[in-house]
């Protein structure tokens, strides 16, 4: 059973800086792509930042230059660099990774004060 968990949240002001991180219980190499979404209060779950196996990376239109994504083979990780952080940023981050099968971490809480 794969297993993710998300790391890193808290609470910040506005233009500071937070690195997620998400610790996989098996090789990142495994999954075809890993990702991270943000889920705001009241709103639908949203992927802003996906790495592919070959090492691509993609985001979404609201975190472009701000956020970036990244792994770790060594240590089953994947990191998610959040500068420059907006209030718009607040809610849930949570890890997902893809093989055959769908995976979700918890989700970590950040909080952006204006």
């Known amino acids: 059973q794969v297993q993710l968990v998300e790391s890193g949240g808290g609470l910040v002001q506005a233009g500071e800086s937070l690195r997620l991180s998400c610790l996989a219980s098996?090789?990142?190499?495994?999954?075809?792509?890993m990702g991270w979404y943000h889920q705001a209060p009241g709103k639908q779950r949203e992927l802003v930042a996906i790495?592919?196996?070959?090492?691509?990376?993609n985001y979404a239109d609201s975190v472009k230059g701000r956020f970036t994504i990244s792994g770790d083979i060594a240590k089953n990780t994947v990191y998610l660099q959040m500068n420059s952080l907006k209030p718009e940023d607040t809610g849930v981050y949570y890890c997902?990774?893809?093989?055959?099968?769908?995976?979700w971490g918890q989700g970590t809480q950040v909080i952006v004060s204006s």
């Open positions: 997902a990774a893809a093989s055959r099968d769908y995976y």
């Open positions: 098996t090789s990142i190499f495994s999954f075809n792509a």
């Open positions: 790495i592919l196996k070959t090492g691509t990376t």
